[in-house]
């Protein structure tokens, strides 16, 4: 883990909030909506019948990587899904005990899920994969566990590509969101290395690159942009069993 979460659990949920003038809430919500339209078929693609009776399974279970104080977890379990949640910060794990107390909750590396292939319906993954120490080995990770036919869906926070946003997202990054976490968090650094983070880590074209060189077969993989491209939210489909 890059940054010790444990120092800023306590506050993260609130400055998250200010942060991003609460459009986080809105962000997962659409991830959830992607998970839900994800429905899969264990044996691959449906016959004329099958399409006519509807005869797809349901989204039920669900791992969120790096599920931190489980807000996602939160918008999944409210859908009815099963949610998994792993993250190397037990504060952060604390917090989301307690606001799913139905789910399943583990401290757990994202580059070593303690689980056997095709575990999940599902896997989710909110701004959590840029503090992968081995992006390739965490996505590897998330598709192993994935059932085939199943969906991954991964929210990151990107630099905007549009040259009129880029100096005012910049400003805000750079300078005011450090401030944010001095004055809320009492902590600058972690609030420091957040934009430090979003700069270099592999957005768009060459995120979906990386995830096409998987040894798994995937299809139909997407992103699509939120909010001026400030947040992206990634559609991965694992190839179904033939």
């Given at each position: 883990m890059p940054y010790d979460f444990d120092k800023i659990a306590r506050t993260y949920d609130r400055l998250n909030r200010v942060m991003t003038l609460g459009l986080d809430r809105r962000w997962r919500k659409r991830a959830v909506k992607e998970v839900e339209s994800g429905k899969w078929h264990p044996e691959g693609e449906l016959n004329t019948m099958e399409k006519k009776n509807n005869a797809v399974k349901k989204v039920e279970s669900v791992l969120d990587v790096a599920c931190g104080t489980g807000d996602m977890a939160v918008s999944l379990a409210e859908?009815?899904?099963t949610v998994t949640g792993i993250d190397l910060s037990e504060e952060m794990l604390a917090i989301a005990k307690r606001k799913v107390e139905s789910g399943k909750w583990k401290v757990a590396d994202a580059e070593n899920l303690p689980f056997p292939d095709d575990s999940f319906d599902a896997v989710t993954c909110a701004f959590g994969v840029r503090n992968f120490v081995h992006l390739e080995q965490g996505l590897s990770e998330m598709l192993r566990v994935l059932k085939p036919g199943g969906r991954m869906v991964i929210?990151?926070?990107?630099?905007?590509?549009?040259?009129?946003?880029r100096p005012f997202y910049n400003l805000y990054t750079e300078h005011i969101i450090p401030w944010l976490g001095s004055r809320i968090a009492g902590n600058r650094e972690a609030y420091t290395y957040l934009p430090e983070s979003i700069a270099r880590f592999p957005k768009g074209e060459s995120f979906l690159e990386i995830i096409q060189n998987s040894k798994f077969r995937i299809h139909n993989s997407c992103q699509r942009k939120l909010t001026f491209g400030v947040c992206r939210m990634y559609v991965i489909n694992k190839e179904a069993a033939r």
């Open positions: 859908r009815g899904c929210l990151e926070l990107a630099t905007p590509d549009s040259p009129l946003i």
